[in-house]
């Protein structure tokens, strides 16, 4: 007789346009990469940022299940979790759907931008709701390619398809530095025409939610919910001690200065961290 074999462990099967729920656009060979796992945190530890939570979560489950939803544009602070608020909500959002139900998210680089009109041609007769995300959304001096964005948010002979909705993070409020819209006012014969064109983008965002810096309070409320989450052995007093002096270098107090903390006091306690 022939010794039983136990059987082989098969690897989970890897996610295709068909079972992924999130992807990267590719415009050059025009393809949506399928993302095996979204690197994002549980949206309990994003601490400090109450009011855009809500108010991004409400949006998202709306368009999920086909109600009409605004654009949105996170701008403010860097650090306070801008991006990872977007891909929080995307999973939450998603808990307990399936097949066509759930929400795509596709993340589109910047410097991709241009091509958005390929990408909504792509997607519009799809019978799912695909969520865009472009991470640090910003346009420079002599930089055209918000005249894409601009025709694929609400103009343009097509529209914006119903099944596509637009998210994304900046450091900017009107995703143009604020040297570049003093030197247009300026130069210009019609100094608020000179700029009218290019500050009339935001306006395309139904939603504008700000991010502002944290207090030392939310900063280490950040650091309590990380440390409790990864179950790092260390006293309240001793980790505030620690999480205050780690700002003080940095100079800053943010949410992803409280993240890179906690990657280094875990380190310090010899213990992994998903």
Not at 200 to 205: A, I, K, N, Q
Request: aromatic content about 6%; overall charge positive; proline content about 4%.
């Amino acid at each position: 007789m022939k010794p039983n074999r136990s059987p082989k462990r098969r690897n989970a099967a890897p996610k295709t346009s068909a079972t992924a729920d999130a992807f990267v656009w590719e415009p050059g060979p025009g393809k949506l990469h399928p993302v095996r796992k979204v690197a994002r945190l549980p949206i309990g530890l994003l601490k400090g940022v109450e009011a855009a939570r809500d108010t991004l979560m409400e949006n998202t489950r709306r368009f999920a299940d086909g109600l009409p939803a605004n654009n949105a544009l996170l701008w403010g602070a860097r650090g306070m979790g801008k991006s990872s608020l977007v891909k929080a909500i995307h999973g939450e959002v998603n808990a307990g759907r399936r097949g066509t139900g759930r929400l795509v998210l596709i993340e589109i680089h910047r410097e991709d931008i241009a091509t958005l009109p390929l990408l909504l041609r792509k997607l519009r007769d799809d019978k799912r709701q695909f969520l865009l995300f472009c991470d640090d959304l910003s346009f420079d001096k002599d930089d055209t390619s918000y005249k894409s964005l601009k025709a694929a948010l609400e103009g343009g002979i097509e529209g914006r398809p119903v099944n596509v909705l637009f998210y994304a993070t900046s450091n900017r409020r009107h995703l143009m530095p604020r040297e570049m819209m003093e030197n247009e006012r300026s130069t210009a014969i019609n100094p608020h025409e000179a700029i009218e064109e290019k500050i009339s983008l935001s306006d395309r965002f139904g939603l504008w939610l700000g991010f502002h810096n944290c207090t030392q309070d939310e900063y280490l409320a950040m650091v309590e919910g990380y440390a409790a989450h990864f179950d790092l052995s260390i006293g309240t007093e001793e980790l505030h001690r620690k999480a205050l002096a780690w700002s003080a270098g940095r100079g800053a107090r943010s949410g992803r200065v409280a993240w890179q903390f906690i990657q280094d006091l875990a380190g310090e306690l010899g213990k992994k961290i998903a």
